[in-house]
Every structure is written in C-alpha cells, then in structure tokens.
C-alpha cells in the first residue's frame, strides 16, 4: 500500500527565505503526487500535481516540486516567502488507475517578518 | 462554476444522534469524495462515488456510516449513532475524469463536534 511521510510537523522561516518542506512517499508502482495547501477552516487547494512527465514540476503562488525517484521524494520549495503563505500543506499520492488520494499528516508553515 | 459546496458547515450533536451532512460537487464533475480529517492529521478517504456507483468505501467507514449520491449530482454521508470519535472535520471533493491524475477539488469541509 502506498504511503506518505511529511517530515517536520511544524516549519518557520523568515520572510524571503527559503521554503523546503519535504516529503516521502511509498509506493510499489510510479505514482501521481500531489500537494495540497490548507487555509484556516477552508478545504484544500492544489498547489501542483506529478503525473510522470517533467520530474519539475511548477505550481500556483511559485511553488515548486521535484521528483526525485532514487530517494523516493517529492519535495516542495519556494524561493522567497511571502507572510501569505502561511498555512498547513499536505502532501499526497495515489496509484495510477486508483482514484483515492493517500496524504501525509501535513505540515505547518509559518512565516516570521 | 461556484466550487464544491458542503452544508452545514458546522455541526454540533449529542452523542448518540444521527447526523446527515450534503455536499454539491462542481456541476460537470461525475466524480465525487468523501475525506475525514482530524485535528492535526491529514485528510484520510472514505469513500468514492463515479456518477450514482458508489466504487470504493475505506474499513473507515463502518456500519453507522452510509453515504449515497442518488441521481449522481448532490451526495450525502450520514452517521448513525453519533460517538465522540466521530468528531472531524468531513470534506468533500469532486473531480472530472481527464488524462493523468484526476483533480480533486475541495470543498470548505463540514466541522462535526459531537458532545
């Protein structure tokens, strides 16, 4: 079955640094991965997708996320942070031909001025 | 396109109560979710609907859980026998078949506080 592991529960940093947040997935077949962006009592919004083609892939808001199969990672980064972009993100993956979205306990941005 | 649209969204009961909770998919989206999520975890799936089919239901979803999605328009999930453990956070998602990954799109959630 397949898994995800988001490491770092709780993530600071300051305004205009860099943003790491990272995760691992587990899964016996290539999968699609996901991150997702949570706002205070609102749903989830999609921050960007990989479906197998560029292992780089960009997102809204200037996110981006490489997927790096060797290390088995899907790590989310943005250049210069913005107080706007404080929020829980999750990380998620599901199976090609599976609809269900498996997501890591998520993790906790927040953005010091 | 209003997004996907869940009512109530919040909902206080005594344990013990049944307690029926609608979401409104995005209108051409055959696809439809159900996630629990409790405070501090991810979302976790509980079921999945395509059109009026219901196609996969998690052990999450035990007996006093039933959801339906009639006509494959609007869906809903009701809880029997409300238990304090039931308390979360119920989100719906919808989704239209495309190439790749589907994807979903969340609606606000629907907050459950049983006492």
């Known amino acids: 079955a397949q898994s995800v592991t988001q490491l770092g529960s709780h993530v600071s940093v300051s305004e205009g640094a860099l943003v790491l947040l990272r995760c691992n997935y587990s899964s016996s077949v290539p999968p699609y991965l996901f991150w997702y962006v949570q706002y205070p009592n609102q749903g989830l919004q999609l921050l960007l997708k990989y479906t197998s083609a560029a292992t780089l892939v960009k997102g809204i808001n200037g996110f981006e996320a490489e997927f790096k199969k060797s290390e088995t990672s899907f790590h989310l980064t943005k250049p210069s942070a913005h107080m706007s972009d404080a929020a829980e993100y999750f990380c998620?993956?599901?199976?090609?031909?599976?609809?269900?979205?498996?997501f890591g306990q998520g993790t906790r941005l927040t953005i010091n001025p | 396109d209003t997004g996907v649209s869940q009512d109530p969204r919040h909902k206080i009961t005594k344990r013990g109560q049944n307690v029926t909770f609608r979401c409104d998919p995005i209108s051409e989206h055959n696809r439809l979710y159900w996630y629990r999520q409790t405070l501090g975890q991810g979302p976790e799936f509980l079921t999945y609907?395509?059109?009026?089919?219901?196609?996969?239901k998690s052990r999450l979803l035990s007996d006093r859980f039933s959801a339906e999605r009639p006509k494959g328009s609007f869906s809903t999930l009701e809880i029997q026998r409300t238990e304090q453990g039931d308390s979360a956070m119920y989100l719906c998602a919808s989704s239209r078949p495309g190439q790749g990954a589907d994807e979903q799109f969340f609606g606000p959630g629907t907050r459950l506080t049983v006492l």
């Open positions: 998620a993956v599901s199976l090609q031909g599976a609809q269900k979205l498996v």
């Open positions: 609907f395509q059109n009026e089919a219901q196609l996969e």
